[in-house]
Antibody, heavy 122, light 111 residues
Framework: QLQLQESGPGLVKPSETLSLTCTVS??????????WAWIRQPPGKGLEWIGS???????YYNPSLKSRLSISVDTSKNQFSLKLSSVTAADTAVYFCARVWELPAAGRFDPWGQGTLVTVSS | QSVLTQPPSVSGAPGQRVTISCTGSSYNIGAGYDVHWYQQLPGTAPKLLIY???NRPSGVPDRFSGSKSGTSAFLAITGLQAEDEADYYC???????????FGGGTKLTVL
């Protein structure tokens, strides 16, 4: 059964880089034709797609975050990662990872990880 | 504000039918891009409810249905149950923003 689990620091200082990892279990990232995505949700607010990656390293980024964003994949660990630089309080959110069906920026997200709260504060 | 517009809240009594709308534009729903719907119970991750406008994943009750017309999509829930109380989000692709977009979410209250 496919499962995704986010991990990383829960507190990041302003202007620093937020780094998170999603560990995929139950299926090999390299043996599927799926993309993998990051999505975030500020407290009490809606969902925002961050970006998607294929095991080959091909990425699709939300244009509003692209200048600060890097998503990478580590096939040896069956993981993909998110780095968001120059963070501010507006980046405080629950960050989810998910599998993407069909199109990398238009497909449905299923399943999702449980999410991890990242707070940006000094 | 979100590219896809949803009502902030809807409510209904147990057993009743409610509909949640998701209104977009010619750059997303109106362009024919698929609409997907998610249910988010308090404190949990979103769960896929409807995909490709009107398809239900395995395990989702047939009380949930999706449709699309013009620049809007709709999620209908019949036979409301207390366990349906949650936030519901629509999602599609926007060609002007070149990425996936979500609605602002609708809180369903079962009276």
């Amino acid at each position: 059964q496919l499962q995704l689990q986010e991990s990383g620091p829960g507190l990041v200082k302003p202007s620093e880089t937020l780094s998170l990892t999603c560990t995929v279990s139950g299926v090999s990232i390299t043996r599927t034709s799926f993309y993998w995505a990051w999505i975030r949700q500020p407290p009490g607010k809606g969902l925002e797609w961050i970006g998607s990656i294929f095991f080959s390293g091909t990425t699709y980024y939300n244009p509003s975050l692209k200048s600060r964003l890097s998503i990478s994949v580590d096939t040896s660990k069956n993981q993909f990662s998110l780095k968001l630089s120059s963070v501010t309080a507006a980046d405080t959110a629950v960050y989810f990872c998910a599998r993407v069906w069909e199109l990398p920026a238009a497909g449905r997200f299923d399943p999702w990880g449980q999410g991890t709260l990242v707070t940006v504060s000094s | 504000q979100s590219v896809l517009t949803q009502p902030p809240s809807v409510s209904g009594a147990p057993g009743q039918r409610v509909t949640i709308s998701c209104t977009g534009s010619s750059y997303n729903i109106g362009a024919g891009y698929d609409v997907h719907w998610y249910q988010q119970l308090p404190g949990t991750a979103p769960k896929l409810l409807i995909y490709g406008d009107s398809n239900r994943p395995s395990g989702v009750p047939d009380r949930f249905s999706g449709s699309k017309s013009g620049t809007s999509a709709f999620l209908a829930i019949t036979g409301l149950q207390a366990e349906d109380e949650a936030d519901y989000y629509c999602q599609s692709y926007d060609s002007s923003l070149r990425g996936s977009v979500f609605g602002g979410g609708t809180k369903l209250t079962v009276l």
